[in-house]
């Protein structure tokens, strides 16, 4: 078979010199009668199917300055004056790839006309924007290519043409131009300046062509490149028809478009987004998205929903359309053995604990097993990152009695007394925004607080737990108070001091305020929760036990200023309830106290004796002394401290101090007679 005949059109000279010369003398030219095209039309055709598409072909498209010509082309038709609207099942060509697609467009034929008759000039004006458009967005998948059409001023042709030729097919291919230069930061910034976001926009709900919505919604997704420019498109309305379109006819690839852009434009989710996408009814296809079987479509949704928990005004609603459950059954799905790891897991971790902000919310958690599941969490040491925000969400539960019996079923008391004698990690502060929505009206916008104070004040105002606004205020959060100069340290504090006093005295908590008014630092959570369980009839069963005391110690002894006042509280109330003098008396718990706080013998003290600064001596002695529990009086005092603590044994010789005010109650009797064993070597 002979091969086919040449073209002039198979040169790349050829089509640039009919590109550049229709770029300075106009648009029409004599039509070849043979073909029904002009010279100008097949040369577009041959660069768009040919030239371009080959390997290396736009890199040569460039190099041999066709830009250039091809942006004044694009100018001189935009100016030409507006096309007709032709929007309709015929006017967008099938060749127009998928908006979610950055390659070429595909090779087939140029967009067909209006009808079999000759073109009118106003259809062969579309069909030349659209070969041009087509081959300018092939040549934006390039990054030098995107460098130049910046340079040479081709963002805001394209918004000019969006803004004056009315019809899809052109709208589709301007867009995605223009969503291919959105792929640089500077191209961005630059499309945003040129009032491109507005048109994108409007063409969401002007065009019910599926590629050239595609092409829109990539491009406002490559738009929200930075936290600005998803604010920008946020309060410009972008996300509201994006989330009225999910309640449209399902379109594969449509939905799975607008969830990528949905996902990115709710990356840390504004409140102009999160008001956008509920009231575009948005939140019932998500949760229904979120068990789609493509993998992408269901992960994205149940990411989107993830992003929206940041928001308190949306969170009550989120909940109502099942949310709640979408979120919790995927975290527990990506903690099983197959599941994903930490990484993916933090974003559902942090809208979980979000939710219990609301009791609605928490209502719903209870009930579809999330206790258990942030029980898990505290219980995971690779899970240590995230111990403060879910103690913090558990807070949720302090007045919830049946929540908090099942709390302290599942351990949470020895959890907490581990999180006050350990290292505290540091919690993620959280916006204004993400306050409890039980209260609504409480918006302080003037006033930055810290996130761990601003996450529980709204919550404690409606369990009443404060009476208003004015009794907890944020000046007295450590993140808020000035730490003053520590002052010179005496010698033999400094003394103390030294690498060689060991690890005992090293494990303090951090974050705290030395100052003396009670102030609501990262212990501030775990011991609100540990206060609310010793306020039970008989709490003696989760604290009066040696993991809980020694938590508590060790915060009150270890830490850099005073204790928060809130501790000594906890202790003082377990050493005056009777029902908790058996536990004190089968734990050695009374022995435990007045070691350490009278005497200054710590558990990992013992046998060797570390010397602790005089200045906390004299307060921790005075408070032991303090605490009304019989157990830690000053008996026996003709025996010194030095002797109690160098010979125990020899003090069961001696004869327990009469008590016969307390001898009349079993507890009390118990303790009378096992008196001397407290003084033994088991503290």
Known sequence: MAAAKPTPTDSLSFCLAQLTAAAGEGLGGTKDTATNETPLGRALLALRTRHVKAAGGIERFRARGGLLPLLALLRRASAAGPAPSLAGPGSSPSSIESAATVGPAPSAGPAPSASLSTPSPPARLRKTLDLALSI???????????????????????????????TDSVQNRAARALGNLAMEAESCVDIHSAGAVPLLIESLTAYQDSHCLQSVIRALRNLADSPQHRLALAQQGAVRPLAELLAAPPDPALILALVRALLELSRGCSRACAEQLSLGGGLGPLVSLASHPKRTVRESAILILANLCAQGLVRPALGNAGGVEVLLGELQQRRGPSGAGPASQQPLVRAVCLLCREAINRARLRDAGGLELLMELLRDPHASAWHPRVVAALVGFLYDTGALGRLQALGLVPLLAGQLCGELGDEEEEGKEAASWDFPEERTPERVEAGSFRSLRSWLISEGYAAGPEDISPDRSPERCPRPPPPPAPPEQAQAASPARGPALVRTPRGRSPATEESWGREGPALLLLSRFSQAPDPSGALVTGPALCGLLAYVTRAPGPPSPRALRILARLTCNPACLEAF?????????????????????????????????????????????PALSSTYPSVSPEARLTTPRSLTALSPPSAPSCSTIPACRVLLHTWPRLWGPTI
Do not use: F
């Not at 967005?137 to 995107?146: L, N, P, S």
């Not at 350490?596 to 200045?615: F, K, Q």
């Open 585 to 629: 008396v089968c734990s050695y718990g009374a022995a435990l106290l007045r070691a350490w706080l009278v005497l200054g013998v710590a558990p990992d003290d013992w046998p060797m004796l570390r010397a602790r600064p005089p200045s906390l001596r004299s307060q921790h002695r005075e408070l032991g002394m303090s605490l009304p529990l």
């Open 136 to 166: 300018l967005a092939d040549c934006c998948t390039e990054g030098a290519c995107r460098t130049e059409v910046r340079r040479l001023g081709g963002i805001l042709s394209l918004v000019t043409i969006l803004q004056c030729v009315k």
